[in-house]
């Protein structure tokens, strides 16, 4: 035991680097400024509304996965045992389940055995971009803005990335062909796109079936990946449903991430990877994408949380496998709030008004997150203002732009808050709004 008198102290210059990134205190700050200001509204996070959960349903779902086991399945009472205590299969125990839902919901018609069960879809990412990124001149694109999860990702597995602007379709076409000729042309290889078709955080933009369909015939022109990221399909406040990149896709040219963190619970920390691409050896024999990506999951993991896997099992089977019927109530609830939210601003600030002080945002047609762009920037100093003088927290997007942009504009997540709380913090904000300097 040190007496205290001699003390190790560690250089964080001899750290990894990704550690001195900004973008690593991105989550701690806002963290930070909600302990602070407990009695603030915040949309800062984009955690479902936990509302909607019910505590005695966790053993409901066990007792149904349980079930399942024994009378579907037809395991031993010491099988049973095996499967909820023990170390599991690397690649997941509830993967035909999963599969099966993926078939009902998103018409994925994908072999389970092409499946990774993972903890959290961060994760899926982790595992999916230490697999296919093996040269230093490998290069992820996303775009920007983007979910700094990838990114983070990506930083810590020093994986280089570019960045592709983002419209109101999604990842602009021209210039993602502009950004391959220019990685290309530097001896760079151009390996995955990143991309949320639907309702993207932190924009909240949802890719028309055009822009779906000319992404993929892109992908397979260039001889890209496409890693297709879609936690918050379900959300849509319209009713329309498009369809998945990897339902249209005929060329396997995606690797399909997903997560019960929305659709299920959170706390669970389960998610999957669909990676159904064969992979060739030197020896011409072949094998999924799947089962390499089980090979780094066994260095980090081991596996996933058997009792996680059993609950999530248990609510798909209690559900028949049908994940959007069951959140009919979730996605009513979110499409309440984001019209609450839209509405209130509407009347607050005008069409006349809010050109004249520079502010607008836009309407996403379902999902979590809206963008709100202001005449002033959205810098920490506001952020803190904010919430020490309206009380009312929100996140900057210049966190979520790799390239240094956004720096005048917000995201406002409404899913964690009552539609009462999504009003009245939408009156904080434009309180705020008006009392800002331009």
């Not at 018609?109 to 971009?129: H, N, R, Y």
């Not at 280089?160 to 042309?185: F, H």
């Not at 009380?391 to 539609?419: A, C, E, K, N």
Request: glycine share 8%; hydrophobic share 40%.
């Amino acid at each position: 035991m040190s007496d205290g008198s001699r003390t190790t102290v560690l250089a964080a210059g001899e750290l990894h680097g990704s550690l001195a990134d900004p973008l690593m205190e991105v989550m701690n700050f806002l963290n930070e400024i909600t302990s602070r200001y407990p009695r603030a509204i915040s949309f800062g996070p984009g955690r479902p509304y936990e509302g909607l959960f019910e505590v005695e349903r966790i053993g409901e779902y066990l007792d149904a996965y349980k079930r399942h086991l024994v009378e579907e399945l037809g395991r031993t009472p010491d099988e049973v045992r095996t499967l909820l205590f023990q170390y599991g299969r690397t690649n997941g125990q509830i993967h035909e389940l999963v599969a099966r839902t993926l078939r009902n919901d998103e018409g994925i018609d994908a072999d389970p055995e092409s499946l990774v069960v993972t903890v959290g879809c961060q994760e899926a990412m982790f595992i999916t971009l230490r697999a296919l990124f093996g040269a230093p001149s490998d290069v992820l694109l996303v775009a920007s803005p983007c979910y700094i999860g990838i990114t983070g990702a990506a930083r810590l597995l020093d994986i280089e990335t570019a960045y592709v602007p983002e419209g109101s379709d999604g990842v602009d076409p021209d210039a993602l062909r502009r950004t391959l000729a220019e990685l290309r042309a530097a001896g760079k290889r151009p390996r995955a796109l990143y991309v949320v078709p639907d309702f993207a955080n932190p924009t909240g933009t949802c890719m028309t079936l055009d822009a779906r369909e000319r992404l993929l015939e892109l992908a397979e022109a260039e001889d890209l990946l496409l890693l297709e990221d879609n936690p918050y399909g379900f959300f849509t406040r319209t009713g329309q449903v498009l369809p998945t990149l990897k339902a249209l896709d005929s060329t396997g040219k995606v690797v399909y991430f997903g997560s019960f963190a929305k659709t299920c619970f959170p706390g669970a920390r389960v998610g999957y990877v669909v990676a159904d691409q064969p992979v060739r050896a030197a020896d011409g024999t072949q094998r999924l994408l799947a089962d390499e990506l089980s090979k780094v999951k066994s260095m980090t993991t081991v596996n996933t949380p058997a009792l996680s896997q059993a609950v999530i099992g248990g609510m798909l089977v209690a559900n028949d496998c049908r994940l959007r019927d069951a959140n009919k109530p979730a996605a009513d609830f979110y499409r309440t709030n984001m019209t609450v939210l839209l509405d209130c601003l509407d009347r607050m600030l005008p069409p006349g008004r809010r050109e004249a002080a520079g502010i607008s945002w836009n309407a996403p047609d379902g999902g979590f997150f809206l963008t709100m762009t202001l005449p002033v920037p959205a810098d920490n100093e506001l952020l803190e203002r904010s919430a020490r003088d309206h009380g009312v927290i929100w996140t900057p997007m210049s966190y979520f732009h790799p390239d240094d942009g956004g720096s005048h504009q917000i995201r406002l997540s409404l899913s964690y808050l009552t539609p009462e709380q999504v009003a009245e913090g939408a009156r904080r904000l434009v309180g705020l709004l008006e009392r800002s300097p331009t």
